[in-house]
């Protein structure tokens, strides 16, 4: 058993964003086929794709209509197979995502559930009877969790009305599940991402959301079994296969649950990635991780972005750094010079902490959130079930540039499906590569290096406020966050910005040799 994924750097492929290989304007496998060597030269050791499955898109794939079968956007079934081949035969590891708390209103089982009042499939569902709707339940993107089919009948989405929930304390869903996980651990996959992972168990009694109440349906004590199953299978194929949970729980002690040593073997750090940019907070939310994680023997993960989030150097350039769904708007004014200098510091620290590391496709560009997309062209359900008030997260989601002077910078030939923007010329991979200062250089000399950081857990060095100072053996980190300079001692590995005559400046971070 090797355990890869205990330091391992998983870089997050959207696929419809990545790049195009036939010209529609949509990235696709044959896209990413092309860009391995970009993966290979970054020096990430795995991939983690976004849903590629056959989708009506209701929320960019998130919609399930057949979880054993390849998008036809993206490509095949044959295509995928020997794009994991290909894969490792470069030595990268490939997570796939999946999605088990909702179908697509498209998947066979939702069709023949709809289909009659009396059709066995509801019992997959949460269908219940008119005319009241059942309970008062806000879904996860804003409005009511529940929509009335054509004969009067209601079911649940936590998402989008295309995304019914599935029913959980039905044995043929678990069965379904633990048979589509074996479809693609047979293909040669190493891992699993569980989307919405403390979603899928609700309370039958549907009790109404009330403060100090148990949640119907968040982070249920019955839904660890599920994962129990998974881990059991997941070890039944030779113990190097990961589970990764989607797991937005703010208690510590909730979160920990699910990296029991018989459940997952790690769940996304959403802590650390929704910190503002204060050495306080963040000093904080490491501790607590570390604290949560030790005793279990579980992987911590240190994630800056996502599909789901404003971009790190959109973020650290507002007044309010720190990331929530609830305070996302657009147009809040932010300073991108000063968001990249801290997105570079942030790179810095979160990649010298103990454990895995994520890293969102073009985050290794310094990409930023892309706030003028015109309304008519996102396709994010968050912005049209929010009535407009949340810009949704396309603007996270805009095609890579991979070269040339004009869009669509080499992510195709087509025109790509959300416009990038102009000044994207100089953020291209072909130009980052040929400059040593650039955010890819920083990125992927960051990696290289991190492979020769000790395997050993941190500690913490004295330091004045607002500076984040460890080490880990022979080696350290000093990630500036306060206002003025700062001296630091021993030999620069690497620094996050310029160093000002010995002293390390504000927003800087510097990997150091002891
Ligand atoms: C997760 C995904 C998000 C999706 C939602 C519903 O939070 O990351 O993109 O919309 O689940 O599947
Ligand atoms: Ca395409």
């Not at 069965?175 to 979603?199: K, M, N, P, Q, Y």
């Not at 990296?259 to 790690?266: A, C, F, G, N």
């Not at 490491?286 to 404003?310: K, Q």
């Not at 966050?481 to 910005?497: E, H, K, R």
């Amino acid at each position: 058993m090797s355990a890869w994924w205990r330091d391992a750097v998983i870089y997050q492929v959207y696929p419809r964003s990545f790049a195009d290989g036939n010209g529609d304007g949509i990235g696709d496998l044959a896209g990413v086929r092309a860009h391995l060597d970009h993966l290979v030269d970054l020096g990430v050791d795995a991939i983690w794709f976004s849903p590629w499955y056959p989708s009506p898109q209701a929320d960019a794939g998130y919609d399930v209509a057949d979880y054993r079968d390849i998008e036809p956007i993206f490509g095949t079934l044959a295509e995928a197979e020997s794009l994991i081949r290909a894969a490792h035969s470069v030595g990268l590891k490939i997570i796939i995502d999946i999605v088990p708390n909702h179908v697509s209103a498209a998947h066979p089982w939702f069709q023949a559930a709809l289909a009659s009042p009396d059709a066995p499939e509801r019992e997959l569902f949460w269908f219940r009877p008119g005319p009241e709707r059942p309970t008062d339940w806000e879904g996860e993107f804003g409005g009511p969790a529940w929509t009335r089919t054509p004969d009067g009948a209601w079911y649940l989405h936590l998402f989008d009305k295309a995304q019914p929930d599935l029913n959980w304390n039905h044995p043929r869903v678990r069965e379904e599940h633990l048979d589509i996980l074996r479809f693609w651990l047979d293909r040669g996959v190493d891992g699993f991402r569980v989307d919405s992972a403390a979603l899928l168990v609700k309370d039958p009694a549907l009790p109404p959301v009330v403060d100090g109440r148990p949640h119907p349906f968040h982070d249920l004590d019955d839904v660890h079994e599920i994962y129990r199953s998974w881990r059991r299978l997941i070890d039944s194929y030779g113990g190097d296969r990961t589970l990764i949970g989607e797991v937005w729980l703010p208690d510590p002690e909730r979160f920990a649950r699910y990296l029991r040593p018989d459940e997952m073997h790690s769940a996304f750090n959403l802590e650390f990635l929704c910190s503002p940019w204060d050495a306080g907070r963040l000093r904080e939310v490491i501790d607590e991780t570390i604290r949560v994680h030790e005793p279990l023997g579980a992987v911590a993960t240190w994630v800056l972005s996502n599909h789901d989030v404003t971009r790190p150097v959109t973020r650290y350039g507002r007044a309010e750094t720190g990331f929530s769904f609830a305070a996302k708007r657009e147009g809040i004014p932010t300073d991108l010079r000063l968001g990249t200098v801290r997105a570079r510091a942030a790179a810095l620290l979160s990649l010298a902490l103990p454990g895995a590391a994520y890293v969102y496709q073009g985050e290794e560009l310094g990409l930023e959130e892309v706030e003028d997309i015109p309304p008519a062209l996102r396709q994010d359900p968050m912005w049209h079930r929010s009535g407009h008030r949340d810009p949704g997260r396309d603007g996270c989601r805009v095609p890579l540039p991979w070269s040339g002077e004009e869009p669509p910078f080499g992510f195709g030939t087509g025109t790509p499906w959300l416009p990038q923007p102009r000044a994207w010329k100089d953020r291209t991979v072909a130009v980052q590569r040929a400059d040593p200062a650039s955010m890819l250089s920083l990125y992927r000399a960051a990696l290289r290096l991190r492979r020769t950081v000790p395997a050993v857990a941190l500690t913490w060095l004295d330091s004045v406020p607002g500076v984040l100072a460890f080490r880990r053996g022979a080696f350290a980190c000093v990630a500036n966050l306060s206002t003025a300079p700062v001296p630091f001692d021993g030999d620069v590995l690497l620094a996050s910005g310029p160093l000002e005559d010995g002293l390390l400046p504000p927003d800087t971070t510097v990997w150091l040799a002891l």
